[in-house]
């Protein structure tokens, strides 16, 4: 294996350690006093001169006692004493509760933690009470009426609650500086962002919660208010939402709607039966009566022979655009009975969508003939009652954590790029640019479990969520160097153990998960165990690593034999299952051999002879005639990025090749360079390679997956061979990390394009969709507009891990993370 290059070079991508990336002006934000000891003290930013925030308060507090029996209100609070200067300013005041026969310490401090962002945390301490639930408030004012309200999706924002893939508002300043509002992560801050479950069982995709929390979590002066010229951006944290009590507003259902499908349908006094006959989905589809910013519910009872489907659609001018999200998703399936009725029950949070109309298609997609009847449809608009959630416990201190940051408004794309760089440097983090975005991405998708469980939780992004998943949450925390976030992750993990030994693959609030099989859950807790024993020194608990040792053994390699046998892909590309299991696939070869190594270190029994042999078997996939590891055995000509994932790990873990250079440097070369682009770093290079893609000996060299050369089965059947998947998915779609890591692996083993391809592949991550400049779960290779990306791609968090890569490409040190000591 060749020496590592170690390029530093001021790049789009390896701009390494930069502690200013931006200069507003000469002056930097400065802070000032306001207020006088009788009136109370309050902070004001300073911006050339001028205050950007004329604040009458620092905060409002709600108070509960635990049983919400009583209340206290602190309006308008303000410190008694300050010290500081103008870079850090603390605030300070002791108050007596009366209604609850307690005392409170509140201290709040600003720091300047560069020219340009502006640190604020407030933090609560009460020692009288075993608990207090609380809500708090901060209200932002703009010193001068802005020109406009911008969030993360939209330029031109026009008030009310912010929910959306990335929490962060601002205004624009008459002299065109945008001031942007930002928040710690939720585990921090303790609010969650979740707005729904699953259903009871297995299937139905997942319903809207009845308690909704942190929905004004970011809030903008509503058009009535500015109107009024009262102008704010207000963050609020521990409310929730109870939609089951407060009062509520029955609203018409229409009795316009369209068939669609090979149907009859009839709908009369309230009754909707559908008769359905084979040919895709069928149905009735109408236009609701929700309107954006508001909370509702749909209701009705279903009865038939086939599972149900609910769609909510964004229409504009007639056109039907993108899925409504907040609330009822994936709902294909929900189970009726032929006998009795069924009631099917949730929430909708309808955030901002530009006063689009919500259209909903009720019926059936199995493509089967079926009978199926809908009664007691109801639509209920909310006006629900607020609750605290938050708790204050006795003796423990309490802290909440925003930033301000302010510079130039350039656009609206680099607002969305700053949102995520400034949180990131804000937090003390430095890198690249990507890094940085990853980075906040990752902390605006790690939250609490729940409203009565502040655990730290990990989505990999507000399409999956409420769900955990283990790899997600694998890759996305041990990228960085949180002690506390890593082990309270792992621990939970753990506790998912099964009575085999084996890890589960989902945690998911408010309902259960089964779901443990034999992937590579268990072998990335155990590599997760190893890591945090090397890091922090953790002590490991025994008999649950144990137990995961042996079911990694006993299911994998139950001859010690050193090849792996398995039911299920040992990646991503987990769209396949097999039974009786298999011995076909490179990656489940590779990942046994990073499995051995991995529990020899944790101390237990392995011989080197063992390893060796799994190595070797791991490398016995390469096909020198067609000069790449073969996926599958039986599928020969397939090529995936992800067979060089375990490469990876051995470099990574072990600073050990498995593979040869020309292993490497042959299977990277057979892969094709897709989405060139003039603009890019190396415009002779594509900025993006297909995760799967299958080799052919024409001039073209590859093709997307077909009906006649399958490997995924039935899925790929019904979804990859008629050429509308081409180029989207796990047909040829590019995913940062597994092509990151690719090439890093690459880079390690003397692969000359390495450097190139990966500042191409950063590049296409934040500019290759002018309007997503954030991470994405996979980047289509064939496409002709945008338009048709998954919006529900949009934030994945996984990609954090190129955090990992670089380190082993030689481009960061882990003293670039705040948190490692």
Request: hydrophobic fraction near 35%.
């Amino acid at each position: 294996m060749k020496t590592p290059y170690t390029i530093f070079r001021s790049s789009l991508l390896f701009v390494v350690f930069v502690l200013v990336t931006y200069t507003l002006s000469a002056q930097p934000l400065l802070l000032k006093v306001l207020g006088n000891e009788k009136d109370g003290f309050t902070v004001g930013v300073d911006h050339r001169g001028q205050l950007l925030l004329t604040n009458t308060e620092e905060f409002s507090l709600q108070l509960f006692n635990l049983d919400l029996s009583t209340t206290a209100d602190l309006p308008g609070w303000k410190g008694k004493q300050w010290e500081g200067n103008e870079n850090r300013i603390t605030l300070k005041r002791d108050s007596y509760i009366p209604e609850f026969d307690a005392n409170l310490s509140v201290k709040v401090t600003y720091e300047v933690v560069n020219p340009g962002i502006v640190k604020k945390t407030v933090e609560l301490f009460q020692p009288s009470m075993p608990g207090m639930y609380c809500i708090l408030q901060q209200t932002s004012r703009p010193a001068e009426k802005p020109q406009r309200y911008v969030s993360f999706e939209y330029d031109n924002f026009p008030g009310g609650f912010v929910h959306e893939i990335y929490p962060a508002a601002g205004f624009i300043t008459p002299g065109n500086d945008v001031v942007g509002f930002l928040t710690d992560a939720g585990y921090k801050n303790q609010f969650t962002r979740n707005t729904r479950r699953r259903f009871s069982g297995r299937g139905g995709g997942f319903v809207g919660i009845r308690r909704l929390p942190d929905v004004n979590l970011f809030a903008v002066a509503t058009p009535a208010e500015q109107a009024g010229n009262n102008h704010y951006i207000r963050q609020t944290f521990g409310e929730m939402l109870n939609l089951d009590a407060g009062t509520e507003t029955m609203l018409p259902v229409t009795d316009k709607y369209r068939k669609e499908g090979n149907a009859e349908v009839q709908w009369k006094d309230g009754l909707l039966s559908i008769t359905g006959h084979p040919g895709g989905r069928a149905g009735v589809e109408f236009i609701t009566p929700f309107e954006d910013q508001k909370l509702y519910t749909i209701s009705f009872l279903c009865k038939g022979n086939t599972g149900v489907a609910v769609k909510l659609f964004r229409m504009k001018n007639g056109r039907k655009t993108t899925e409504l999200e907040y609330g009822v998703k994936y709902i294909d399936n929900f189970p009726a009975k032929e006998e009795e009725w069924t009631q099917f029950k949730g929430s909708i949070l309808v955030p901002y969508i530009a006063n689009d109309s919500v259209s909903m298609f009720i019926g059936s997609q199995s493509g089967k003939e079926f009978k199926l009847q809908i009664k007691d449809l109801q639509f209920t608009e909310h006006q629900p009652q607020q609750e605290a959630y938050n708790l204050l416990p006795m003796g423990e201190k309490v802290v909440k954590t925003t930033y301000v940051f302010v510079e130039p408004r350039e656009s609206h794309q680099q607002f969305m790029i700053s949102a995520q760089t400034r949180l990131a440097e804000a937090k003390g983090f430095h890198g690249s640019q990507l890094e940085k975005m990853l980075y906040a991405n990752f902390n605006m998708h790690t939250w609490i479990t729940d409203t009565r469980d502040f655990t730290p939780f990990n989505v990999p992004n507000m399409n999956y969520a409420p769900d955990m998943y283990n790899r997600d949450a694998f890759f996305s925390v041990v990228s960085t160097y949180n002690r506390e976030l890593n082990l309270a992750i792992w621990e939970q993990w753990g506790k998912t153990q099964t009575p085999a030994g084996g890890i589960g693959t989902i945690i998911t609030p408010l309902m259960g998960s089964v779901e443990a099989k034999d992937n590579e859950a268990t072998i990335h807790w155990l590599i997760w165990a190893m890591l945090n024993k090397r890091r922090f020194g953790a002590e490991l608990p025994h008999e649950k690593i144990q137990k995961a040792v042996d079911y990694v053994l006993n299911e994998f390699d139950a001859d010690r034999d050193g090849k792996c046998f398995a039911r299920f892909p040992m990646s991503q590309i987990d769209i396949i299952d097999f039974d009786p299991k298999t011995d076909r696939l490179a990656v489940n070869q590779g990942m046994l051999a990073i499995a051995l190594r991995t529990i020899q270190e944790l101390g237990f029994d392995v011989p080197d002879e063992h390893i060796r042999k799994a190595e070797e078997e791991y490398r016995n996939f390469y096909d020198p005639e067609r000069r790449h590891l073969m996926f599958d055995r039986e599928f020969p000509d397939i090529i995936s990025l992800t067979d060089l994932e375990p490469e990876f790990f051995s470099l990574w873990l072990f600073n050990r090749p498995i593979l040869t250079d020309e292993m490497v440097q042959n299977h990277l070369e057979q892969m094709p360079v897709l989405n060139k682009v003039p603009q890019s770093p190396y415009p002779e290079y594509g900025t993006t390679a297909p995760i799967l893609v299958r080799k052919t000996r024409d001039n073209k060299g590859y093709a997307f997956l077909s009906g006649d050369y399958q490997p995924f089965g039935k899925f790929g059947e019904e979804n990859y061979s008629d050429g509308s998947s081409d180029g989207y998915y796990y047909n040829g779609g590019s995913w940062f990390r597994a092509e990151y890591c690719a090439y890093v692996a690459g880079l390690k083993h003397g692969w000359e394009p390495a450097i190139k391809r990966m500042e191409n592949r950063v590049w296409a991550e934040i500019y290759l969709h002018p309007g997503w400049p954030f991470s994405k779960e996979f980047i289509p290779t064939k496409w002709t507009t945008t338009d048709s990306w998954w919006p529900s791609t949009r934030g994945l968090c996984w990609n954090v891990f190129m955090l990992m890569a670089n380190e082993v490409a030689g481009l960061r040190t882990p003293e670039m993370d705040p948190d490692f000591r």
